[in-house]
């Protein structure tokens, strides 16, 4: 019986068309000869925001790579170098075979690449002698990306050997191939002050498309003013105007030529090395020379009117989705949303994973910064198969799918779902191409984390206070109980209760109440610290609880001295008052977290008594 080859790709960003491109020919390969893809993938950097990166990047600790035999690094991809060089150094450590994009910088993996630094200065060297280009900035990659480092290098090895000069400290902006480093290098010049350059050099084309349209939108003309140049051939770049001058290499045919090396490697035959793929320099509109661009008229035609209509109905896909997400109470009304995406996107195979506790823990540590991976078991509330949805209750995070795939030739996305840094878990979408072609992608897998957060907030965070009811309160205080009884650790339990709620409710209103225990739990909320836990388990009934055999002492002086600060702007015609009681102990494991409560709501009891016979 033939082997069925499993392969473990890494790419951040497939909505760009550089990573697009090579994951088409990767996949026209491995559906030729029957190769399972599984694509771990994220959005990382979209947003510009590091605390959503970090769930972003969660994705890259789920794989377990020894269920794989070989594996694809599109590293170059990645602009967070941490998070590239801990996936290479997994990779590395799995000793799977292995090929690695655009880098010969480790022994242990074949790679596939261009000669960025050749095609680059060649492509300066025409500006310089063909345009006579003199002043130039120069818009960058990634400072530690090997493609971007060996193309800037080229760019000021070629003015240098021409005799010009370049001011690092003015001229050069630091991007990270993402479209929006082209505004923001347009906008931080224009805010210089500079005199205009003879010429804008960019590390890829969708910097240079951005910088282009920035330019000509505050009145620059490209070429008359300034030349504009690329790197890529994108299909946007062919079709821009003016066309974009730039370099054009394979990508199609180098990401089948990654996968056919791979392919042969794990079938145990040699291969080189490197392989080095042809590249050559597009001289285009933007620099100022004339093409003949009537053969990419029915090209151009025929993708627009696919793009047109993949955003129109996007669009109309994603508002039906977030219409529908926004009402959902539970997951199986999520999930009944997910699958009207699912069919209008004709997606036939479709698992969302969450980590098992995914309803239950609200203030959960990103898996980042625990610096562990996913939680051994997950959960499948929603798999769609070949137009059948069953779910799975529970599976093993290391199996990766919640059903074992049998078949071969699989195409599937691994992609994260998660709130900030709260790691919610993942889906994989299988046999489609959606999550490579839709620019909405990143946005619907968004509103689906965005949709099951709420979901979560819902079963554990008190409707009127907005902190722990008290199911949220006994999951996530049990964790510090159980930390305290294996450590054999003092544990601190405090009991707050209002005082003279009922008067209020009975002179002023019920409303009125409700304002006093939403103003109590504000002060308990200040009291604690970011580790300590503290939530509503009554009407007017509070519970903390902190580690530590001094935490009780320092939250009591904390609350009464911020219910002091509130009285005094407290514009109502009662003061707010609450006793406070608690106990310090160090739990057992005879004791029970119920237990300790009762004894701590008994001293508050006492602290109530003690007040009311001093009025």
Same mark, same amino acid.
């Given at each position: 019986m033939k082997k069925i080859f499993n392969v473990a790709a890494f790419v951040c960003g497939m909505d760009e068309e550089y990573p697009y491109q090579i994951i088409r020919g990767i996949n026209d390969y491995a559906k030729e000869h029957a190769i399972n893809i599984s694509y771990f993938a994220s959005f990382g950097g979209a947003v510009e925001n590091n605390t959503f990166d970090d769930g972003e990047y969660s994705i890259y600790k789920l794989p377990n790579l020894a269920m794989f035999d070989g594996a694809i690094l599109m590293t170059n991809t990645f602009s967070n170098s941490t998070i590239r060089n801990t996936i290479i150094d997994s990779v590395k450590a799995s000793g799977i075979p292995s090929v690695i994009f655009e880098t010969k910088d480790y022994e242990e993996f074949y790679d596939v690449s261009i000669d960025n630094y050749a095609v680059m200065k060649k492509l300066v060297e025409h500006l310089i002698k063909v345009h006579g280009a003199k002043t130039f900035n120069f818009i960058a990659g990634p400072e530690e990306n090997p493609e971007a480092k060996a193309r800037y290098q080229a760019f000021r090895d070629a003015l240098?050997?021409? =005799?010009?000069?370049?001011?690092?400290?003015?001229?050069?902006?630091? +991007?990270?191939?993402?479209?929006?480093?082209? *505004?923001?290098?347009?906008?931080?010049?224009?805010?210089? &002050?500079?005199?205009?350059?003879?010429?804008?050099?960019?590390?890829?084309?969708?910097?240079?498309?951005?910088?282009? $349209?920035?330019?000509?939108?505050?009145?620059?003309?490209?070429?008359?003013?300034? /030349? /504009?140049?690329?790197?890529?051939?994108?299909?946007?770049?062919?079709?821009?105007?003016?066309?974009?001058? #730039?370099?054009?290499?394979?990508?199609?045919?180098?990401?089948?030529?990654?996968?056919?090396?791979?392919?042969?490697?794990?079938?145990?035959?040699?291969?080189?090395?490197?392989?080095?793929?042809?590249?050559?320099?597009?001289?285009?509109?933007?620099?100022?020379?004339?093409? $003949?661009?009537?053969?990419?008229?029915?090209?151009?035609?025929?993708?627009?009117?696919?793009? /047109?209509?993949?955003?129109?109905?996007?669009?109309?896909?994603?508002?039906?989705? *977030?219409?529908?997400?926004a009402v959902s109470k539970n997951i199986e009304e999520c999930s009944n949303a997910i699958l009207e995406l699912l069919e209008a996107i004709e997606c036939r195979d479709f698992s969302l994973c969450l980590v098992s506790d995914w309803e239950k823990t609200y203030n959960t540590i990103s898996i980042d910064k625990k +610096?562990?991976?996913?939680?051994?078991?997950?959960?499948?509330?929603? *798999?769609?198969?070949?137009?059948?949805?069953?779910?799975?209750?529970?599976?093993?995070?290391?199996?990766?799918?919640?059903?074992?795939?049998?078949?071969?030739? !699989? %195409?599937? @996305?691994? %992609?994260?779902?998660?709130? =900030?840094?709260?790691?919610? +878990?993942? @889906?994989?979408?299988?046999?489609?191409?959606?999550?490579?072609?839709?620019?909405?992608?990143? #946005?619907?897998?968004?509103?689906? =984390? $965005?949709? /099951?957060?709420?979901?979560?907030?819902?079963?554990?965070?008190?409707?009127?206070? &907005?902190?722990? !009811?008290?199911? +949220?309160? $006994?999951? !996530?205080?049990?964790?510090?109980?159980?930390?305290?009884?294996?450590?054999?650790?003092?544990?601190?339990?405090?009991?707050i209760d209002v005082d003279g709620l009922k008067v209020i409710n009975d002179t002023y209103g019920h409303k009125e109440g409700d304002t006093t225990i939403i103003a109590i739990s504000r002060i308990i909320e200040m009291a604690c610290g970011q580790i300590d836990v503290c939530g509503r388990i009554g009407g007017d009934e509070f519970v903390v609880v902190g580690r530590g055999d001094e935490f009780a002492e320092i939250f009591e002086k904390r609350f009464y001295t911020e219910l002091k600060k509130k009285n005094e702007n407290f514009d109502r015609p009662y003061e707010l008052d609450a006793s406070v009681g608690y106990i310090i102990t160090v739990p057992e494991e005879s004791d029970s977290l119920i237990e300790l409560i009762q004894q701590a709501d008994a001293e508050m009891y006492k602290v109530k008594k003690t007040k009311k016979n001093h009025r």
């Open positions: 240098s050997e021409n =005799g010009l000069d370049f001011d690092e400290d003015k001229r050069l902006y630091k +991007g990270f191939f993402r479209s929006y480093d082209g *505004i923001h290098a347009i906008e931080e010049f224009f805010d210089s &002050g500079l005199s205009l350059p003879d010429a804008f050099v960019c590390a890829n084309d969708s910097m240079a498309l951005t910088a282009m $349209n920035k330019l000509q939108s505050n009145g620059v003309k490209v070429p008359d003013d300034v /030349i /504009i140049t690329g790197f890529d051939n994108i299909f946007n770049a062919r079709q821009s105007f003016p066309v974009l001058t #730039t370099i054009k290499r394979p990508l199609f045919a180098s990401g089948v030529k990654a996968c056919e090396v791979l392919y042969s490697l794990m079938k145990g035959e040699e291969q080189p090395r490197s392989t080095l793929m042809d590249a050559e320099p597009v001289y285009a509109e933007s620099c100022g020379c004339q093409i $003949n661009n009537e053969e990419n008229n029915l090209e151009f035609r025929k993708e627009i009117s696919i793009k /047109i209509e993949r955003t129109y109905t996007g669009i109309h896909m994603l508002n039906k989705l *977030i219409a529908a997400l +610096g562990d991976n996913y939680p051994e078991a997950m959960t499948a509330p929603l *798999i769609w198969d070949h137009g059948e949805k069953h779910s799975v209750r529970s599976f093993p995070s290391k199996q990766l799918r919640p059903e074992i795939q049998m078949s071969s030739g !699989n %195409i599937s @996305y691994y %992609i994260p779902l998660h709130f =900030g840094p709260r790691i919610l +878990g993942y @889906y994989i979408m299988s046999n489609t191409d959606f999550p490579i072609y839709s620019k909405h992608c990143h #946005t619907i897998t968004m509103c689906i =984390g $965005n949709a /099951i957060e709420s979901i979560s907030k819902l079963n554990v965070l008190d409707s009127l206070c &907005g902190i722990y !009811n008290r199911n +949220g309160f $006994n999951i !996530n205080a049990g964790y510090i109980f159980e930390e305290c009884v294996k450590a054999k650790a003092p544990i601190s339990v405090i009991f």
